[in-house]
């Protein structure tokens, strides 16, 4: 099983609303990572977690909250987003320095 | 927001010819390569690697070949088939993050039409 899910496929917000995405992996990777992708661009890291701590954050705004409950999931914790936030948001994983494996994304429209 | 315009850029290529896609990279400290395969609506699909210790990398119908001297990687998609549309994206190793982890940067991505 070579396989990243995330939930929900789609997601729309208003800007008070509070949501989390949620990403799920069971290759027995120890590192998951949260990436945004803009439209017509690359994807852009936010989060990484190495054996369910976190060990990277890019100056990412507080509105935007990670969270790994266990070594398979990996949660995004949304609240007071703006529009300009709206975007792919896609969870990565791998094992040992090799590949990341990606998900098929969350496409979330802040309105 | 984005400009008005703004495109990625585009490489045409008739069906069954091979294509090359050029990436040129940043940090010269950087130890391994990846390159994915994103269509539309999609994640990214891994399609190949290559380690700074090796200049080429084969798979089946790809070829990875990574030029450390002038910091440039490629991709080379032989017989190229209609499947093969899509952006493709390489990526570099910029640091290790600890535990295994590590942090990827993408470049801008080109996106490959497959003429029939």
């Known amino acids: 099983d070579t396989e990243v899910t995330q939930t929900p496929k789609h997601l729309v917000m208003g800007m008070t609303n509070k949501k989390s995405l949620k990403c799920e992996q069971h290759?027995?990777?120890?590192?998951m990572y949260w990436y945004k992708q803009k439209a017509k661009k690359p994807p852009e890291l936010m989060f990484v977690?190495?054996?369910?701590?976190?060990?990277i954050n890019e100056s990412v705004p507080s509105r935007f909250s990670p969270e790994c409950p266990n070594s398979s999931l990996l949660n995004l914790h949304l609240h007071a987003l703006q529009p300009e936030d709206s975007a792919l948001y896609l969870c990565?994983?791998?094992?040992?320095?090799?590949?990341?494996?990606f998900g098929p994304g969350t496409r979330l429209l802040v309105l | 927001g984005e400009s008005v315009g703004l495109h990625l850029p585009t490489l045409s290529v008739q069906e069954g010819d091979n294509s090359i896609i050029n990436c040129a990279y940043s940090?010269?400290?950087?130890?391994?390569f990846i390159w994915y395969k994103q269509e539309s609506g999609k994640g990214p699909q891994f399609i190949i690697d290559?380690?700074?210790?090796?200049d080429k990398r084969q798979g089946q119908r790809v070829t990875v070949l990574l030029n450390k001297t002038v910091k440039h990687l490629s991709l080379q998609i032989a017989a190229t088939q209609p499947g093969d549309s899509a952006v493709y994206f390489c990526?570099?190793?910029?640091?290790?993050?600890?535990?295994?982890?590590?942090?990827?940067?993408f470049g801008k991505g080109t996106k490959l039409s497959v003429i029939p």
């Open positions: 990565a994983s791998s094992q040992d320095n090799s590949k990341q494996y």
């Open positions: 990526a570099e190793n910029i640091g290790d993050s600890g535990a295994g982890s590590y942090q990827l940067t």
């Open positions: 290559i380690r700074s210790n090796m």
């Open positions: 290759m027995g990777h120890r590192a």
């Open positions: 977690y190495s054996y369910e701590k976190l060990s």
């Open positions: 940090n010269s400290a950087s130890d391994y």
